[in-house]
């Protein structure tokens, strides 16, 4: 059985980060004027040589984007289930020691939610929970995608790694997408960020996107928490991981996301900013490298930023957004898992799309296919 | 202007217009109606994933089809297999009442690449089923001729990867596939810009089908109406037969003038 940890385990970070900020202005050139692109054109236009080639980059995205997936964008929104978790994170809101009211919504909670999300406009929703295996199992996750299947087109999930035979459970009931964030390919740092829980096995979580892959995903999601470690370094293994998945499970579609550590009530402060700056650099970076990767930006980033950075090779985005359990109708209070910051309406999020010469789309599967 | 090529049948329908267009990429679904209307085009592809077929009585993209000379082709854009293709025609048929289905089966989800086997498969049990079944293929003479042998309506061979306008880079098996068919050739995917399409229709192709190249357009609604053009031309061309290509203009020393002599 291949894993992705026998060929990650060939890598060094350290040898892989010096090899990034030891590229060259000529290998950024080489990059951008290459055919198909390999990973080590990706170290160039990711790494520091590549600043001065930012307006380049952002044309040639741009370029790209449209011709594979035209002039629209694909909407969906988060439904948080639950905010129950055994692990401890040292960034997140959920995190097991952060002292908080804990809610897992129940079946008729849920359809309060689902009603307010469809009067939105919703067909794609992303189910989101913490982990807390006693409570929020593989059980309540089939009762749920039964409940909100109904609903709508298009179902994901982003909730804690499962085993393959879970996901093969739960992918006939209608699960589209995973998401799964290794947060950072740092191993020692990993240890840091996540000393408690069953989060705290890299190895594990390191191998979801095999289990998913071989249960016959249709799409996962992949990234990494930036502001933990070197975001280049992690972003370099982020696209090592895709490139492995790709050639190893063809038949599922890949996404990227990039979220930036954002606060939380009484969270920790990034130990790696990235600036506005460099996260369009990253952006075009995966474009140019994968052409038809889809990529994700959610609520985290601010409104300028996100107006402008829609055109540059975004794929999806989530507007509207509450990140806590009940938080569109149940209990619109309680403790979100992190502050969102562009906080425009759905509805606002479809006029600044249109406005900037896009479709937003609100569907884009149906459970027929699948 | 149309009158003047000869009308394409397919599955006991005619068409004026040897340009069938798609509906993906474009900025809005305004848009997407006035470039279809500029192409002139009568056959219009559309997605069954984008459409909601249950209520398409209030669909905002099959509103702006709603056209008397368009008839729409609904696809199975995003199955994976045979299984997954024939549930989702049926359900096409059900809900749009055509009996056309452009079958699109493709399990990469990155190159959009058609699955031949599970293409045939589906093409057999369709057309069985009374479909005007329309298969999105590789440019494979061989598969082809089995499609042909399993009721296909028509057959679509990509002129190089869907979306990536790069032309008719399979023109050597388009033209066998073109010499060998009995049932219309429609190039489908890769054409880039109303000379690729020309290009096709001079070859025999009997209609082409472009999405991405005017959707991505800055100017949709001028390259819908470039590609009609082009398409009449071609086609122009291909009835009155293009006069004989020389590559060289005398041979300097003629080798049967032993002949003669």
């Known amino acids: 059985m291949t894993e992705f940890k026998a060929l990650f385990d060939t890598y060094s970070w350290e040898e892989v980060k010096q090899s990034i900020y030891a590229k060259t202005a000529a290998d950024v050139e080489r990059a951008l004027s290459a055919g198909k692109r390999s990973l080590e054109d ?251 990767v889809e990529l994700s930006l959610s609520t985290r980033e601010s409104e300028v930023f996100r107006n402008n950075v829609l055109k540059l090779g975004i794929t999806s985005m989530s507007a509207g957004s509450k990140t806590n359990p009940g938080g569109y109708a149940v209990e619109p209070q309680a403790l979100e898992q992190f502050e969102i910051d562009d906080e425009r309406s759905p509805a606002q999020i479809a006029q600044m799309i249109k406005a900037q010469g896009y479709e937003p789309v609100w569907k884009d599967w149906d459970v027929a296919l699948s | 202007m149309q009158q003047d090529i000869k009308k394409l049948k397919i599955g006991g329908v005619e068409f ?105 498969q589906a093409t057999e049990a369709l057309a069985k089923l009374g479909f005007v079944v329309m298969p999105y293929i590789h440019a494979d003479p061989v598969l082809c001729k089995r499609l042909e042998d399993a009721g296909t309506a028509a057959v679509m061979p990509l002129g190089s990867p869907i979306g990536s306008n790069k032309g008719l880079k399979t023109m050597d098996f388009l033209e066998i596939i073109i010499e060998q068919s009995n049932v219309p050739v429609i190039v489908d995917a890769g054409i880039g810009a109303p000379s690729d399409a020309a290009k096709a229709m001079e070859m025999g192709a009997d209609a082409v089908l472009v999405n991405t190249a005017i959707a991505v357009s800055p100017d949709p609604i001028a390259m819908g109406e470039a590609f009609k053009l082009a398409v009449i031309a071609g086609r122009m061309a291909h009835e009155a037969k293009l006069a004989p290509q020389y590559s060289s203009a005398h041979a300097s020393s003629p080798l049967t003038s032993f002949l003669y002599d």
Request: glycine content about 6%; aromatic content about 10%.
């Open chain 2, 16 to 120: 004026s217009s040897r340009l069938f267009t798609g509906t993906g990429k474009f900025s809005s679904t305004e848009m997407m109606e006035q470039s279809i209307l500029a192409s002139g085009s009568e056959l219009v592809t559309v997605a069954l994933k984008r459409v909601d077929v249950r209520n398409h009585e209030q669909d905002d993209l099959l509103d702006k089809l709603r056209h008397p000379h368009i008839k729409l082709l609904p696809n199975t854009s995003g199955v994976r297999n045979a299984k997954e293709a024939i549930f989702a025609a049926q359900l096409a048929r059900e809900a749009l009442g055509t009996n056309l289905i452009k079958l699109e089966i493709h399990p990469d989800p990155k190159y959009l690449m058609p699955d031949p086997i599970e293409t045939l």
């Open chain 1, 42 to 292: 990706f170290k160039a236009l990711i790494s520091p040589a590549a600043e001065p080639y930012l307006e380049r980059m952002a044309q040639m995205s741009h370029a790209i984007s449209q011709k594979r997936f035209g002039k629209v964008i694909q909407l969906y929104v988060p439904l948080y289930l639950s905010n129950e978790c055994n692990n401890i994170c040292t960034y997140c809101g959920f995190s097991f020691d952060n002292k908080v009211r804990r809610k897992t919504l129940s079946e008729k909670e849920i359809l309060r939610e689902v009603a307010a999300i469809k009067e939105m406009g919703y067909d794609h929703v992303l189910l989101v929970t913490g982990e807390a295996n006693h409570t929020v199992h593989v059980d309540y996750f089939k009762k749920a995608l039964d409940l909100v299947m109904p609903h709508f087109s298009n179902v994901s999930m982003e909730v804690q790694p499962l085993d393959q035979d879970e996901y093969e459970a739960l992918i006939p009931r209608g699960l589209h997408a995973v998401l799964v964030y290794q947060e950072t390919y740092h191993r020692e740092d990993y240890k840091i960020h996540h000393p408690k829980g069953k989060k705290s096995n890299f190895n594990y979580r390191l191998g979801t996107p095999d289990r998913l892959g071989r249960a016959g995903i249709h799409k996962m999601g992949l990234g990494v928490l930036i502001g933990l470690e070197d975001w280049r370094t992690d972003s370099f293994f982020t696209a090592l991981h895709l490139s492995y998945l790709e050639k190893q499970y063809w038949k599922s579609k890949y996404s990227i996301s990039f979220p930036r550590l954002r606060p939380f009530s009484g969270g920790l402060e990034p130990k790696v900013n990235m600036s506005d700056r460099e996260l369009v650099q990253l952006i075009c970076a995966y474009r140019i490298f994968n052409e038809e």
